[in-house]
């Protein structure tokens, strides 16, 4: 399995509060990437990083920010949590080949 | 914009039975293409992948996708379901000049029955 620890698992949070997510990687991968999967929609990309502090927007990034200030770490911030945002959020890291994206096991927010 | 596809929501096939579910993409390139699995409350793991060359493709624990250019498909294929199989199977396109960005579908839902 690749190397991708998310924290917290689980988190239960109130509207209007911030939240952190932590995405760290012991592969030394350059891409790193924010998923958020809710039912019928698959996942859908957030943010996503080639570098150390090079981020791009993805499909659905309003109500998000993020920050990589190190090659292994990659945060996701709400800076005001909704309940439209309660989700799983997958973290993913990716070779500079492109050959492979691997995904961490989820991160559970729940928004109320 | 890249787009994918999976008709079938459900998919319901009785152990030992074979198994097919279907993928249609959309890309202006030569994509790159996956298949994932997900048990719950897991995480993605890769079945398979295709990036040039051969286009069927063997995975892990026993399954297989063929790409087809001309229909724009890339289905998965398994000859005999086991009950493990239960799962939550997803196809992605990517392209390195995306930025390795994979879109997902929306994902097919496979149940066993014994």
């Known amino acids: 399995d690749a190397g ?13 509060t911030p939240v952190t997510l932590r995405c760290h ?24 990083s080639y570098g150390v502090k090079d981020t791009d927007k993805g499909e659905v990034s309003d109500g998000y920010s993020v920050s990589r ?16 945002q309660t989700s799983v959020y997958f973290c993913a890291i990716g070779e500079s080949s492109g050959n492979t994206i691997y995904f961490g096991e989820g991160s559970w927010l729940t928004v109320v | 914009a890249q787009s994918v596809t999976q008709p079938d929501i459900h998919i319901t096939v009785s152990e ?10 959309s890309y202006g390139a030569t994509p790159y293409l996956f298949w994932y699995v997900q048990s719950p409350g897991q995480g993605l793991q890769l079945l398979l992948k295709y990036f040039s060359g051969d286009t069927l493709v063997q995975g892990i624990k026993g399954f297989e996708a063929e790409f087809k250019r001309s229909q724009s498909s890339f289905n998965l ?7 493990s199989d239960a799962a939550e199977y997803f196809c992605a396109v990517g392209a390195r000049a995306a930025g390795n960005k994979l879109t997902f579908g929306g994902g097919t839902r496979v149940l066993v029955k014994p």
């Open chain 1, 4 to 16: 991708i620890t998310q924290s917290p698992r689980h988190k239960v949070t109130e509207t209007g």
């Open chain 1, 25 to 48: 990687q012991t592969e030394n991968h350059r891409y790193m990437y924010w998923y958020r999967q809710d039912p019928g929609h698959g996942l859908r990309l957030i943010h996503y």
């Open chain 1, 69 to 84: 200030s190190k090659t292994e770490d990659f945060l996701l911030t709400l800076e005001s949590a909704t309940s439209s």
């Open chain 2, 16 to 25: 030992g039975a074979s198994l097919e579910l279907r993928c249609n993409y």
């Open chain 2, 77 to 83: 294929r398994k000859p005999s379901v086991h009950w």
